[in-house]
Nanobody, 116 residues
């Protein structure tokens, strides 16, 4: 079955960096676009970035342009999110997402907390 396992979250000071990873299994990773989505306390889920199946096309949310970079390694079935210049408002649970055969799959999420 489809499994998405996120890692790399933690507590970071404002201005710091984190790199999130999502290990995927149970489907042909290289044939699917992937996304990072986040959810802050009391807010709806928000798209962070999306990447095409080959990695050549990406789409980042406006508030994260220039700070976050999505990438993938199809040989390792792994999705990444490099986050720089982190702000307190980036605090959220970050989820890896794939849509396969019309169904949304999610990982368990990884907590990112930006605080001094």
């Amino acid at each position: 079955q489809v499994q998405l396992v996120e890692s790399g979250g933690g507590l970071v000071q404002p201005g710091g960096s984190l790199r999130l990873s999502c290990a995927a299994s149970g489907f042909t990773f290289s044939m699917h676009a992937m996304s990072w989505v986040r959810q802050a306390p009391g807010k709806e889920r928000e798209l962070v970035a999306r990447i095409g199946n080959t990695g050549r096309s990406t789409n980042d949310a406006d508030s994260m342009k220039g700070r976050f970079t999505i990438s993938r390694d199809n040989a390792k079935n792994t999705l990444y999110l490099q986050m720089n210049s982190l702000k307190p408002e980036d605090t959220a649970v970050y989820y890896c997402n794939v849509v396969r055969v019309g169904y949304d799959y999610w990982g368990q999420g990884t907590q990112v907390t930006i605080s001094s």
